[in-house]
């Protein structure tokens, strides 16, 4: 079915590309997130108990969802 539509003048736009910058700030977002946020979770594993860092380590995500 989608085939057909998709055959048809009322088949959506393709979607652009992303351009450079786009990749760029992507890639440099995800580096600095994962780079800063296992430090500070292996930091935080160094001096405190391994559940409740653990715990708050895995809730973060959560919290942030209705963010986005």
């Known amino acids: ?7 048809t003048p009322l088949a ?4 652009r590309a992303p351009g450079r910058l786009v990749l760029a700030l ?3 977002t ?3 997130g994962l ?3 296992m430090t ?5 594993l160094q001096g405190s108990k ?9 809730t973060s ?4 969802l209705p963010l986005l």
Request: no cysteine.
């Open 1 to 7: 079915m989608a085939g057909l539509v998709a055959a």
């Open 12 to 15: 959506p736009p393709l979607p």
């Open 26 to 28: 992507t890639a440099v």
């Open 30 to 32: 995800a580096l600095i």
């Open 35 to 37: 780079l800063l946020g």
């Open 40 to 44: 500070l979770f292996l930091y935080a």
């Open 50 to 58: 391994t559940g409740i860092i653990a715990t708050l380590s895995a």
């Open 61 to 64: 995500p959560v919290i942030t």
